[in-house]
């Protein structure tokens, strides 16, 4: 039997990356998008990475984990997960649930916490028995995982600031200007449009626009529950042919159930299914047909692995969501990823709107679209000490302390309103 591992120390660390002005339901991107690095070094000498969002209330949750988890041993995720939950309700005085920038809102904030923690105990755990993480989650079913090109409604430009390297899409022309530089430079074979941004007539037409200039495309449309369930029903019927499905264009599995029960489209979620036990009753109705997993959210690699499994079960379709990050959560993406045999379609990614990365180049490259699964143990990626230190200096100057898309927007527009289910 083999020597046990235990945590020795644990750093978090909170950096800030610069973030183009990317619109969306709830506003506008900032100027720098905050994520947090968790390092777990263990007694035997392991370091295991962890990544996951970096607003103020998740780096105080991520310290107290941080500060209880001395002495646990590597291989215990189901004393990791109830050590969690004793400290948050010690934190919190109950499982109170946490909101990241008016988009997500999670009923607990135990998986989120959970998660980066997780991911770095099975970093250590594929690092210590020589093998992948993917393997740790039942085996590699494909040694590359295809990613979708992910478009935004987009300013030129921070106000205030010169025009970042993409430039303005605010119209059908600018859009498919956009998906041009994201095939070219990237290699995509599937695109998704971020909508909720225009009128649902204004995103129809990109969606067409982007369908003449890449025949033949997979293409996605996101509006995030802008549009009631009419609404939705109406866009589903004009683009039946064009889309391969529609994610969450209503708000809630109710909404969602109702768009279902009268379009042929297959709808997909990464806002009213996030949690195990929203499953059951959305199944029970038939509200989405494709689930987006998302490590992060959901409570790690092993619940996203299991929540593959239910899909499988269930006959619904798999695809993964993303929000702004960097290469540790990219490098569990696709570890996760490589391990689900019922990934139905391409994974979502924000990386190619970033300009700087913290993880040591050459491990993870895109491809065709797609990012080949890292042979080597663990995670398959080791930090940039130098750009973590500029990164980090980055977050400490840039004044920015939690996503306000919201805020943001209203600071350069100030009638500005959340447009959910509002068309
Ligand atoms: O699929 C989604 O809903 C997302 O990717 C959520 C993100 O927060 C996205 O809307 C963004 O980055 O603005
Ligand atoms: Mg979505």
């Not at 400490?396 to 100030?414: H, I, W």
Request: aromatic content about 8%; hydrophobic content about 45%.
């Amino acid at each position: 039997m083999g020597e046990p591992s235990r945590v020795s120390r644990v750093v978090v660390t909170p950096v800030a990356f610069a973030d183009p002005p990317l619109l969306n339901v709830v506003g506008v991107h900032q100027p720098w998008a905050l994520r947090a690095i968790v390092e777990v070094h263990t007694d035997d000498g392991l370091l295991g990475l962890g990544e996951t969002y970096g607003d103020d209330a998740q780096l105080a949750r991520l310290r107290a984990v941080a500060d209880a988890l001395g002495g646990h041993d590597v291989y215990d995720l189901v004393g990791l997960r109830r050590l969690v939950t004793t400290v948050l309700a010690k934190e919190t005085g109950g499982t109170a649930g946490a909101s990241f920038g008016g988009m997500l809102d999670v009923d607990s904030a135990v998986d989120v916490v959970y998660s980066p923690f997780e991911v770095a105990l099975l970093d250590i755990q594929g690092r210590r028995a020589g093998v992948p993480v993917a393997d740790l989650l039942g085996g590699r079913a494909r040694d590359e995982v295809p990613f979708s090109g992910y478009l935004f409604y987009k300013w030129a430009g921070h106000p205030g600031a010169e025009d970042d390297a993409w430039g303005a899409a605010l119209d059908p022309d600018g859009i498919v200007a956009q998906a041009q530089k994201m095939v070219d430079d990237w290699g995509f074979s599937s695109l998704k449009l971020k909508g909720g941004v225009f009128e649902p007539e204004a995103e129809c037409e990109a969606i067409e626009a982007l369908a003449a200039a890449f025949p033949g495309m997979p293409l996605r449309l996101d509006p995030n529950g802008a549009w009631t369930p009419p609404t939705s029903i109406r866009v589903a019927e004009r683009l039946a042919g064009t889309l391969e499905y529609l994610e969450d264009p209503t708000p809630g599995i109710p909404g969602m159930a109702e768009v279902a029960r009268s379009s042929s489209l297959p709808l997909a979620t990464n806002m009213c299914v996030i949690a195990l036990d929203h499953l059951p009753p959305a199944v029970a109705v038939d509200a989405v047909q494709v689930v987006l997993s998302d490590h992060h959210l959901w409570g790690g690699l092993k619940r996203s692995a299991l929540l593959a499994g239910i899909c499988q079960v269930w006959g619904m379709g798999l695809s993964m969501h993303s929000n702004s990050h960097l290469g540790v959560s990219l490098a569990a993406m696709v570890q996760l990823a490589a391990s689900c045999e019922n990934l139905t379609y391409a994974c979502d990614t924000h990386y190619p709107w970033k300009t700087q990365d913290l993880v040591v180049p050459g491990a993870l490259s895109f491809a065709g679209g797609s990012v080949a699964v890292p042979r080597t143990p663990g995670l398959g990626v080791e930090l940039d000490r130098d750009t973590l230190g500029v990164l980090h200096e980055q977050w400490q100057v840039c004044g920015f302390r939690e996503r306000a898309d919201t805020a943001y927007m209203r600071s350069v527009e100030p009638g500005f309103e959340v447009n959910t289910a509002r068309w």
